[in-house]
């Protein structure tokens, strides 16, 4: 590869597994931007050079070949340096979301295990007290502090070279946790495969969209502690792309982003765009650099969808996957996105080169176009299960490899799927997962509380939002607000209860399970999917 070509597929089968992108960049066009944070430019040669510090310190430190390293923090740079020096040392990155309470993060922590915690300086308060609650913590280290605990000088303490460390395709990269029905979340073990498997045989195709340039410039603001912020660095790193790193999502600092760095590429979720496209001055920007704004997590209001094409004049390109297959399986191409509006602009897409898909009943027999049932699919990018849960694995994966998404939809005469509803009861509010299994354990505690159901509703800004339908005590009286801030002491802000509805008793069927469509029912009126 030289300076100004793109990746051949040669190039990308140099690169099997992540430790494998600096060295191949490093090589090929060392004085190249990698990472940009906060005024900080860090060149494909320094990023080799600071990730063989890292896997040099975690080896020195007597981190062992497949040990759970944690992150908890928003964006930085220095996070995807200890990203990818994990990878070159065999360990697995653990990381966490910032905005988790300190007993989700301790629960977390102490399932992932592990001797060390990086830690973002905005949550080093929240840590403490989740380390509080381990018998054995790990050590901290600060990613922004000084002394032999903050991450620069603990990195660049140890020698420069290449570890040098034997790992394979099939070795655990990533282990990102996903919240489950149960209420407690699952690990899910990402190989550097599944990660680049994927992306590698997408590079044969014919898909503009998916094209990266030495010219193009990624902005990374989605969380790290999602796949869709970790996923979307690494394909960035992987093409050598220039990767523009913001703290956090900041709809006002988005547009500055796009006109002062060259934004070429960004991902983001529907109800973040709505944000950057309602700003004031969104319809000055210069968007000439721009060219496919990526979307997904959640569907996307057709009426927004047209107001987005009409400001930024890109390319637009759904993206549908999940934490369990690293990101997109399925897009929508940008040749579908009409400002008018058709039928395709309601599919979730086609499947990714490689990856195969088909609707299937509850008995497992596959279903003809436009039935609708549970969506199944296969390929390199399924992940390799469940940290310490063989059973979740299985009842997530069949002996031959198809994995049962939990979500319902349909597939038409052409290929294109439809989500139609979720066979789970997950909500998806701002881009977020949000189980209600979890949200009701906190709900639960209130002493005023005898029973609740937590549904999602509709919600203009954030798709759905959280709401809990409570039947109480008898002689307690409604109030709405102390429950509310009762389920916030307990549970992230983002998962807890946007608003509580009052009920003498909860439906149930004849077999005692709740009726949450029946509940759900008032809420999606008029609307022909149960999914804003």
């Given at each position: 590869m030289s300076a100004d070509t793109c990746l051949?597929?040669?190039?990308?089968?140099?690169?099997?597994?992540?430790?494998?992108?600096?060295?191949?960049?490093?090589?090929?066009?060392?004085?190249?931007?990698?990472?940009?944070?906060?005024?900080?430019?860090?060149?494909?040669?320094?990023?080799?050079?600071?990730?063989?510090?890292?896997?040099?310190?975690?080896?020195?430190?007597?981190?062992?070949?497949?040990?759970?390293?944690?992150?908890?923090?928003?964006?930085?740079?220095?996070?995807?340096?200890?990203?990818?020096?994990?990878?070159?040392?065999?360990?697995?990155?653990?990381?966490?979301?910032?905005?988790?309470?300190?007993?989700?993060?301790?629960?977390?922590?102490?399932?992932?295990?592990?001797?060390?915690?990086?830690?973002?300086?905005?949550?080093?308060?929240?840590?403490?007290?989740?380390?509080?609650?381990?018998?054995?913590?790990?050590?901290?280290?600060?990613?922004e502090g000084m002394g032999a605990d903050g991450f620069v000088n603990w990195r660049d303490s140890q020698s420069d070279t290449d570890p040098e460390v034997d790992v394979s395709q099939k070795d655990v990269?990533?282990?990102?946790?996903?919240?489950?029905?149960?209420?407690?979340?699952?690990?899910?073990?990402?190989?550097?495969?599944?990660?680049?498997?994927?992306?590698?045989?997408?590079?044969?195709?014919?898909?503009p969209w998916n094209?990266?340039?030495?010219?193009?410039?990624?902005?990374?603001?989605?969380p790290v502690g999602h796949i869709g912020g970790t996923g979307w660095g690494i394909v960035g790193l992987y093409n050598g792309a220039k990767g523009v790193v913001a703290r956090e999502f900041d709809p006002f600092k988005v547009l500055d982003y796009i006109a002062n760095d060259g934004i070429s590429k960004m991902f983001m979720v529907p109800a973040a765009l709505q944000?950057?496209?309602?700003?004031?001055?969104?319809?000055?920007?210069?968007?000439?650099?721009?060219?496919?704004?990526?979307?997904?997590?959640?569907?996307?209001?057709?009426?927004?969808?047209?107001?987005?094409m009409e400001v930024f004049e890109c390319g637009f390109c759904q993206q549908y996957g999940m934490t369990e297959t690293c990101g997109t399986i399925i897009y929508l191409p940008p040749e579908d996105h009409d400002p008018e509006g058709n039928?395709?602009?309601?599919?979730?897409?086609?499947?990714?080169?490689?990856?195969?898909?088909?609707?299937?009943?509850?008995?497992?027999?596959i279903l003809p176009a436009h039935e609708v049932g549970?969506?199944?699919?296969?390929?390199?990018?399924?992940?390799?299960?469940?940290?310490?849960?063989?059973?979740?694995?299985?009842?997530?994966i069949s002996d031959d490899g198809w994995l049962h998404t939990g979500d319902a939809g349909y597939l038409d005469e052409d290929g294109y799927l439809y989500i139609h509803d979720r066979v789970k009861d997950m909500i998806i509010s701002g881009g977020e997962n949000i189980y209600p299994a979890e949200v009701e354990n906190a709900v639960y505690g209130h002493p005023a509380v005898a029973e609740v159901a937590v549904i999602g509703i509709p919600d203009e800004k954030w798709g759905e939002a959280v709401k809990a339908v409570v039947a109480l005590k008898p002689g307690e009286e409604a109030d709405p607000d102390a429950i509310l801030a009762f389920a916030r002491s307990r549970i992230a802000a983002f998962?807890?209860?946007?608003?509580?509805?009052?009920?003498?008793?909860?439906p149930r069927n004849a077999s005692g399970k709740i009726l949450k469509r029946q509940l759900r029912e008032p809420y999606w009126g008029g609307k022909d999917r149960?999914?804003?």
């Open positions: 051949t597929p040669e190039d990308f089968d140099a690169m099997p597994t992540l430790g494998d992108i600096p060295r191949f960049h490093a090589n090929e066009r060392p004085d190249a931007i990698a990472l940009s944070f906060e005024g900080r430019d860090t060149t494909f040669s320094e990023f080799d050079t600071h990730t063989n510090r890292v896997a040099n310190a975690l080896l020195a430190a007597g981190v062992r070949r497949g040990e759970r390293v944690a992150y908890v923090g928003k964006n930085s740079d220095h996070y995807f340096e200890l990203l990818f020096g994990v990878a070159k040392m065999g360990g697995v990155t653990l990381p966490i979301g910032w905005r988790l309470a300190p007993s989700e993060m301790a629960y977390i922590l102490g399932d992932g295990g592990g001797s060390t915690v990086f830690v973002g300086p905005e949550v080093a308060d929240q840590v403490v007290k989740a380390l509080e609650e381990l018998d054995t913590p790990p050590r901290m280290i600060f990613m990269a990533l282990q990102l946790y996903t919240s489950g029905t149960t209420g407690r979340p699952k690990g899910a073990m990402l190989s550097h495969d599944n990660l680049l498997g994927g992306r590698r045989e997408a590079a044969d195709m014919d898909l094209q990266w340039g030495p010219d193009d410039v990624s902005l990374v603001a989605m944000i950057v496209v309602r700003q004031p001055n969104a319809r000055s920007v210069d968007y000439s650099r721009l060219k496919y704004i990526l979307y997904g997590a959640s569907p996307i209001p057709l009426d927004l969808l047209r107001e987005c039928q395709r602009m309601r599919a979730a897409g086609i499947p990714m080169p490689g990856v195969e898909i088909r609707i299937e009943d509850k008995d497992g027999n549970e969506f199944v699919t296969r390929s390199r990018a399924n992940m390799t299960g469940y940290w310490n849960l063989e059973e979740a694995t299985r009842k997530t998962k807890a209860p946007k608003s509580v509805d009052f009920v003498d008793i909860l149960a999914v804003n």
